[in-house]
């Protein structure tokens, strides 16, 4: 475990970065929610204690590299396998919390199989979910996630239903499923949503440790650079649009416990 840094005397430190969290500079875009959801994860895993029995499951994505970040065992996957890899390690290591952390394109597009698979036989993992509504790596194309009328690289003129079909609710399209204990959504756009979405990335965790199935949390977070706009902009632009195609809130949970 990493040491906690040094407090000049006569100070005190009222925040400083995870001690399961790399020192080093993310690559992700400015305004990215992806650099706030790693933090989030490593705050909770510092608070239940589990650094050292923690194994990751990383996607495909703009957060193809989440081991240089979260200071845990990790296993790089396929795109959209993070669900298959994440069963195989919890079923091989069961004393072990795993974890997907998974954007839209990864886990809604091409690994959109294997999340229900999983969910549906209450695979004892957590995910991490985060909707960006776009391909975001590859140049902001159109993803399952993105909403009517949004203007992508490959929906120039919006996304229209006819063409393309609907965005997918994945959380509540996931709690429909017998296999899913918990199901919420929250959002990376302010300091009050920011503080619920910790707070439900540690109630999948926390699920996990109490022996509960397949539980998510649904993170909506801005994507300034494939969105083309500023960050401030885009964080006003979520609350706007994203929030209410994907509301906010728990969507289901069977653990009979809060957070």
Same mark, same amino acid.
């Not at 959002?187 to 979405?197: E, F, Q, T």
């Not at 439900?200 to 969105?227: H, M, R, T």
């Given at each position: ?97 795993? %974890?997907?952390? @998974?954007? &839209? #394109? ?6 959109? /199989?294997?999340?229900?698979? *999983?969910?549906? =036989? ?50 509540? %399209?996931?709690? @429909?499923? &017998? #296999? ?6 929250? /959002?990376?756009?302010?300091? *009050?949503?920011? =503080? ?64």
């Amino acid at each position: 475990m990493a040491a906690a840094p040094a407090v000049p005397e006569g100070m005190q430190c009222i925040w400083a970065r995870p001690q399961s969290m790399h020192d080093r500079v993310f690559h992700f875009c400015p305004g990215c929610g992806h650099s706030l959801a790693h933090r989030l994860v490593c705050e909770v895993i510092d608070e239940l204690g589990i650094e050292q029995t923690t194994i990751g499951a990383g996607p495909v994505g703009c957060a193809w590299n989440p081991f240089h970040y979260i200071n845990v065992d990790f296993g790089y996957c396929l795109h959209g396998r993070a669900p298959a890899v994440g069963t195989g390690m919890k079923r091989a290591h069961p004393d072990k919390v795993v %974890f997907t952390y @998974q954007g &839209d #394109g990864d886990l809604a597009s091409i690994g959109m /199989a294997e999340i229900v698979h *999983a969910a549906a =036989r209450s695979e004892k993992i957590s995910t991490v979910f985060v909707n960006n509504a776009v391909f975001g790596m590859t140049g902001a194309q159109m993803a399952p996630t993105s909403l009517i009328g949004q203007v992508t690289s490959t929906s120039p003129l919006g996304r229209d239903s006819n063409v393309t079909g609907f965005p997918i609710r994945v959380a509540e %399209f996931l709690a @429909q499923l &017998d #296999g899913v204990c918990y199901a919420e959504r929250c /959002a990376l756009d302010s300091p *009050a949503n920011i =503080r619920r979405a910790k707070a439900a990335i540690k109630k999948v965790f926390q699920n996990q440790l109490d022996g509960y199935g397949f539980s998510i949390v649904e993170l909506l977070s801005p994507c300034p650079e494939g969105w083309h706009m500023p960050p401030e902009e885009a964080r006003v632009w979520l609350g706007e649009h994203m929030a209410r195609q994907y509301p906010l809130g728990k969507i289901k949970d069977v653990t009979g416990g809060g957070k």
